[in-house]
């Protein structure tokens, strides 16, 4: 069965760079979530978005933004990147609100 | 929002043995209660749910029981094995409004089976 897909799986940049996580949910999947788990962490909901609308917003920093595309895959913008940013970015997906959600394998983000 | 505990961090246990991990959650109106297992560096997979609608479920070693008026729900996996090993994360769910959707994931429970 089709997986949520994540590119690039692994990407390391310099402070104050910027970077783009891109994420392919799996088909016919209309909602796509975003999180972020540091070292250790538990995974912490950063923005949902829902027929290519934002439907949901957490503890995303406002040098972080996203979207989603018509063809519903998502893309988290990351600026000004910070040491702090280091972490592991998973994305998921679901039919809808009341339904599992799968996640993809993660981007592991390494800030220098 | 939501506050998720997860109780114990840690969890050692011997093969063959049972394991339980309770989540402890405050929202009443949450609706879906779903437990993941993690291994290091690999995404979150989702290994049993339950709706609030049901009081147990069950899928062969591995069992949650969920008791809403007291608002926790258990993960129980019996007959444990080597490979049962990794971090279980509850995430309930809620169901108010900007927040559907929207896992609130506890702090997560480290298990080791020993051989």
């Known amino acids: 069965a089709a997986g949520v897909i994540q590119s690039p799986r692994h990407l390391i940049k310099e402070k104050r760079e910027t970077a783009t996580l891109k994420c392919y949910p799996i088909?016919?999947?209309?909602?796509v979530y975003w999180y972020q788990q540091g070292p250790g962490q538990d995974p912490q909901f950063l923005i949902s978005?829902?027929?290519?609308?934002?439907?949901d917003k957490g503890s995303i920093p406002d040098r972080f933004s996203a979207q989603q595309f018509s063809d519903y895959h998502s893309e988290l913008n990351m600026s000004s990147l910070e040491l702090g940013d280091s972490a592991l970015y998973f994305c998921?997906?679901?039919?809808?609100?009341?339904?599992?959600?799968?996640f993809g394998n993660g981007t592991r983000l390494t800030v220098t | 929002g939501e506050n998720v505990e997860q109780h114990p961090s840690t969890l050692s246990v011997q093969e063959g043995d049972s394991a339980v991990i309770k989540c402890t959650y405050s929202?009443?109106?949450?609706?879906?209660f779903p437990w993941y297992k993690q291994e290091l560096g690999k995404r979150p997979q989702l290994i049993i749910d339950?709706?609030?609608?049901?009081g147990e479920k069950k899928d062969q070693r591995i069992a949650v029981t969920l008791n809403k008026t007291a608002k926790h729900f258990s993960l129980h996996i019996t007959e444990t094995q080597p490979e049962d090993s990794a971090v279980y994360f509850c995430?309930?769910?809620?169901?108010?409004?900007?927040?559907?959707?929207?896992?609130?994931f506890g702090r997560g429970t480290q298990l080791t089976v020993w051989p």
């Open positions: 998921a997906s679901s039919s809808n609100f009341n339904s599992p959600l799968h």
């Open positions: 088909p016919r999947h209309d909602t």
């Open positions: 978005f829902y027929e290519k609308m934002q439907s």
């Open positions: 929202d009443s109106a949450s609706n879906y």
């Open positions: 339950i709706r609030s609608n049901v």
């Open positions: 995430a309930p769910r809620g169901d108010r409004g900007s927040t559907l959707g929207r896992l609130y």
